[in-house]
Every structure is written in structure tokens, then in C-alpha cells.
């Protein structure tokens, strides 16, 4: 107890003091400074401009340099400063404490740059000749619009810092001898405050034992005593009421901690008084985080503040259907007022309807987009049979024809289906991924030389492009290659015969990026976003076929590898599609 309340009492208040003192010092230490400089900057200035006067028509006339000498001598003495007459080119004229053939050119001192442009300049630093810290103020010597060269003035510092050390010293004492009066007074008043609480803190030490008592722990009629008696009275009923608080506290911790649905209650201001762990992790926040702070601060999304204000409003149950980002979860919101054990209170529960809605979505989407690619083979499929049926079996050649026509749309049908095994089981992690050490170059010239006929017959150049020395990658070759002759395949598909594709690789913070280009037709900006769904074609696509697999199974890939595919194209101009692999 002792220690405690010393600290919060005595300490605070020293801390304070000490503070306040030293930050006086400082300001006062610094205020004084430049006081003393701009004082004597002035002074400086009214010399420098005294100096400039007389010397303006000597150096005008007949620029006699000893009777200069004697002016800057005979000014020096009188104002007690050092006189520097300086010439438009840096060369010193004339100096009052040093002779002007040992000194060297002062074209590109600070203050003398200064006032050489019309203004007064001014500087702090050491002297070269001289060894001292030294303030410099210089001015033009102006005839008429003519200017004829510089009249610089300067003293030294020393002075100004032997004030400022004693004004410290000074100040250091202050503060010592008030520290120790603040540390004295600080004991006094914690000792004085101790007397009384000291009988008061034994008996709550001992209650904390299982002990009680029938007599107050401290007998007097001031506050003390009040607590005494109070503390009293109320020791044995509050501990019944502890060890009943404890019981019903760590059933609904119990309860809380094991659901899954996030549980949040807010009282009557929007402030958040409980949390639960699905709670905290649906909206990655710490239950003492939350606690305290206003729902709009926890949860982030205002159609949960909207459905808490329709239930404060209504003091009726509330539901909603939300998506809360960037978890992309889609949640159901209850809003419950409660009105019998917490006057203003709102229990919000969210349950997680995420794993429902995308089954939900992919199971319709899946038979959407699966119907839609069946329905063309098989209706093309029938009829060319009904073709068949109704007398092309009589014309031979037409029969073979009809049936290549039917042998092609069974082999796209085949390789629809194949690519759908294929997509399956990469999603499903059901297709190992056998990574190992591979050097990009080595990953597109064996992608390349598998597609190179291909684009030869298409009347397309294929290129590569890629440094030498790129660091390896870690991936496995076999996708990687699955990869790269799909994108190749489709920027030959859209790309008009005499086109280029170039298929290249650079290095960007830890990663290798990879790039097929093409010069096709290009893709139209509101399907980009789209171009990597499953079953998705351009209307270009679908007018060259191919079951819109391919790159929907590449995303999969690099994905599985780490890294990103995206894709960038103009009308008319190409397109290029990138992906990233993590070196090595």
C-alpha cells in the first residue's frame, strides 16, 4: 500500500515539477540566446551600415586601400567588433584583425552571398582565421544602383555562451533544490495518508484470507471511518455475492467461448459491452479491444450500425443479410433488444452463412454455365443425326462430312469434360503440385518449342525475351508449362495472322513475373474482370471455340504456386497476360 499510493502521489507530482522546470530552462536558456543574438545582430547591422557610409565614397573615387584599412581599423576600435570590407568578387580589401593578402577569398561565405543580392546577411559559425564561433552580419555598399562591394561585421560568441552556462547552472540548482523540497512533501503527505488506511488495508488483506470481523478497523469520524463502518456492513454480503458471480460468470464464459454464431452486446450509447470469440474473430478484433469502444469503431459496416438503430428505434427483434469485407463473409444479423436485463441493451448475433451461399452459388452456377456449354454440341449433335436420318445417309460424301462434323463436336464435348475433371481436382487439392528448383528460361523454351508449329501455322511469330542470370523458381514444371500453353494458345487463337507474341520474364522484389504478349485483337474492358471464370468467353471466343477452362485452371495453378495472374489489353492493340512465381 504503501509503495502504491507513493508512487501515485508522490511521483506524479515530482515528475511534474521537474518537468516544468527543466522545459522553463530550456525555453528561457533558448529565449535568452536569441535575444542576445538578435541584439546584437542589430547592433551589428547599425555598424556594418555606419562602416559602409564611409567607405561607399573612397571606394567609388579613388579606392585608396590604407586609408580604407584605417577606416575598417579606427571602427573596429570604437564599436569593439571586427570590420571586414569584402569586394564584389569574394577578395578581402580590408580586415580589422587580420591582414587581407592572408585571407582567402569570402565569395562564397553565406552572409556575403546575402549581401551581394541587396539583402543583410547573417551567419553562425567558426572563424577560419580566428578559431572562434563567430556571428557575421554583412551588408551591400550601395552607390546609387551601383553596388561597390560588402561591409561585413562580426563579433564573438564566447560571451554569450559563459551567460548561458551560468543562467544553466543556475537553473540546474533551482531545480535540485526543488526537487528534493517536492520529494520531502511528497513522503510527508504519503505518510500522513497511510496512518489512517493502514489498519483499514490489513483487515481487506486478511478478509482476502477467509477472515472476518465484528470490529471496525479503523475507529474514527472522518471519511476513514465512514469507509470503515460501510466496509463492515458490506464484507459479508458482498462475498456471498462473489462466489455467486463467479459461478453464473464462468457458465456464460462457457457458453460464449464454444459458440459458433459471434455474439456482440451494445448498450443504449452504440458502445460494445461484450464479445465473444466468433465475434472477434468474424471481425479480427480483441475482446479488450472492443470493449468500451463504440460499435461503429468495432464492427466497421453500416448496415449492422443501421440494423442496431432500427432495433434501439423499434424495441423490436430486427434481421438483416449482410457481406462483411474483406473476409467476404455473408452473415445473417438478429438484433434483439433486451429490455428485461439490460435496460437499453441490444443483443447482435451473427450467424455465418458464408460455406451456405457459395455452395449454394457454385452449385447454381455450376449448372448453369455446364448446361450452356452442352446445349451446343449435343443440339449440333442432333441435327446433324436428323440430317442423317432424313436421306444424307444416301449421299456418301455428305455423310462423311456430317459425321467428321459430329466426331468434332464429341471430341470437344470429351475435352470439356476432361478439363472439368481437371479443374475439380485442383481445386479440391486432390492434384499434388511437385515443386523443385527451376530456372525461368528453362520454362519457357519448353513451353515455346511445344507450341512453336502451332503459332508457325497461324502465320505468327513467337519470341522469347528474358535475362541470362534470372534467379530459379520454385514450382513444378509440368503445371507451370500447362500454364504458359494455355496462354500461348489463346493469344494465338485472337491474334490475326503476321502478329507477334512474345513470351518474357523480369525480376520484381523477390518474384519473378512472368509476361505473354500479343498483338490480337484484345479484350474488352468490361470482361476482364470476368476473364478468368469458369465456362467465360468473350463473344471473339466463342466465335473460335474451346470450352473456357483454360484459364479459369492456369488462375488455379500459379495461385497453387503463390503467386498472382492478371490480365491487361486494349481494343485492337493485345493483349498481356502476367503471372507471378516466388524465386527461390
Not at 35 to 53: C, G, K, P
Not at 149 to 178: D, F, P, Q, W, Y
Request: glycine share 6%.
Amino acid at each position: 500500500m504503501r509503495n502504491t499510493l507513493f508512487k501515485r502521489i508522490a511521483f506524479p507530482y515530482v515528475i511534474l515539477i521537474l518537468v516544468l522546470l527543466v522545459g522553463m530552462s530550456l525555453y528561457f536558456s533558448s529565449f535568452m540566446r536569441q535575444a542576445y543574438l538578435e541584439s546584437w545582430r542589430q547592433n551589428l547591422e547599425t555598424d556594418a551600415r555606419v562602416v559602409a557610409n564611409q567607405v561607399a565614397p573612397i571606394m567609388r573615387s579613388t579606392n585608396n586601400l590604407p586609408e580604407i584599412q584605417k577606416i575598417v581599423q579606427d571602427s573596429s576600435t570604437l564599436m569593439s567588433v571586427r570590420v571586414t570590407i569584402i569586394s564584389t568578387d569574394g577578395i578581402i580589401i580590408a580586415d580589422s584583425f587580420q591582414s587581407p593578402e592572408k585571407m582567402e577569398n569570402h565569395a562564397n561565405r553565406p552572409e556575403v552571398l546575402a549581401a551581394l543580392s541587396g539583402l543583410v546577411g547573417s551567419d553562425v559559425r567558426t572563424s577560419h582565421s580566428l578559431g572562434q564561433n563567430m556571428l557575421y552580419i554583412a551588408i551591400p555598399i550601395q552607390d546609387n544602383d551601383q553596388r561597390l562591394g560588402v561591409a561585413r561585421t562580426s563579433v564573438s560568441l564566447s560571451t554569450l555562451e559563459k551567460s548561458i552556462l551560468n543562467l544553466n547552472g543556475t537553473v540546474i540548482g533551482t531545480i535540485a533544490i526543488t526537487a528534493i523540497l517536492a520529494i520531502l512533501l511528497a513522503i510527508e503527505i504519503t505518510r500522513y495518508t497511510l496512518e489512517p488506511l493502514n489498519n483499514l488495508t490489513s483487515a481487506v488483506q486478511k478478509m482476502e484470507k477467509g477472515e472476518y470481523f465484528n470490529r471496525l478497523p479503523y475507529n474514527r469520524q472522518d471519511e476513514i471511518g465512514k469507509l470503515s463502518f460501510s466496509f463492515l456492513q458490506l464484507a459479508n454480503r458482498l462475498n456471498q455475492q462473489i462466489d455467486e458471480f463467479k459461478i453464473e460468470r464462468s457458465t456464460l464464459n462457457a457458453v460464449l467461448a464454444h459458440m459458433t454464431d459471434a455474439i456482440i452486446i451494445i448498450d443504449g450509447e452504440g458502445i460494445v459491452q461484450l464479445s465473444n470469440l466468433s465475434a472477434e474473430r468474424m471481425f479480427n478484433v480483441n475482446k479488450e479491444d472492443a470493449f468500451g469502444r463504440s460499435m461503429v469503431e468495432v464492427l466497421r459496416h453500416h448496415q449492422l450500425v443501421d440494423l442496431w438503430k432500427e432495433c434501439q428505434e423499434t424495441r423490436k427483434q430486427k434481421t438483416t443479410t449482410i457481406e462483411i469485407m474483406p473476409n467476404k463473409l455473408f452473415v445473417q444479423g438478429i438484433a434483439t433488444p433486451m429490455e428485461d436485463v439490460f435496460p437499453g441493451g441490444v443483443l447482435l448475433v451473427l450467424q455465418d452463412l458464408t460455406r451456405l451461399r457459395k455452395l449454394e452459388k457454385v452449385r447454381s452456377d455450376f449448372v448453369s454455365n455446364v448446361s450452356h456449354e452442352l446445349r451446343t454440341p449435343l443440339a449440333s449433335i442432333k441435327a446433324l443425326t436428323e440430317t442423317l436420318q432424313e436421306g444424307a445417309l444416301e449421299d456418301p460424301p455428305a455423310a462423311r462430312r456430317f459425321l467428321s462434323r459430329m466426331e468434332v463436336e464429341i471430341d470437344n464435348l470429351t475435352q470439356m469434360v476432361q478439363e472439368l475433371l481437371e479443374l475439380s481436382k485442383i481445386e479440391s487439392g486432390r492434384v499434388p503440385l511437385r515443386r523443385k528448383f527451376a530456372l525461368p528460361g528453362e520454362l519457357i523454351e519448353k513451353a515455346v518449342e511445344r507450341i512453336q508449329v502451332q503459332a508457325q501455322r497461324s502465320g505468327l511469330t513467337l519470341t522469347t525475351n528474358y535475362p541470362e542470370d534470372l534467379p530459379s523458381v520454385l514450382a513444378d514444371p509440368d503445371r507451370i508449362g500447362q500454364v504458359f500453353v494455355n496462354l500461348v494458345h489463346n493469344a494465338i487463337k485472337f491474334t490475326q495472322p503476321g502478329g507477334n507474341i512474345v513470351v518474357s520474364a523480369y525480376p520484381e522484389r523477390g518474384r519473378i513475373v512472368f509476361k505473354v504478349a500479343d498483338t490480337g485483337v484484345g479484350i474488352e474492358p468490361e470482361a476482364l474482370q470476368r476473364i478468368f471464370e469458369r465456362f467465360y468467353k468473350t463473344d471473339r471466343a466463342r466465335s473460335s471455340g474451346g470450352t473456357g477452362l483454360g484459364l479459369s485452371i492456369a488462375k488455379h495453378i500459379i495461385e497453387g504456386h503463390g503467386g498472382r495472374i492478371w490480365v491487361e489489353s486494349e481494343i485492337g492493340l493485345g493483349s498481356s497476360f502476367y503471372f507471378t512465381l516466388p524465386t527461390g
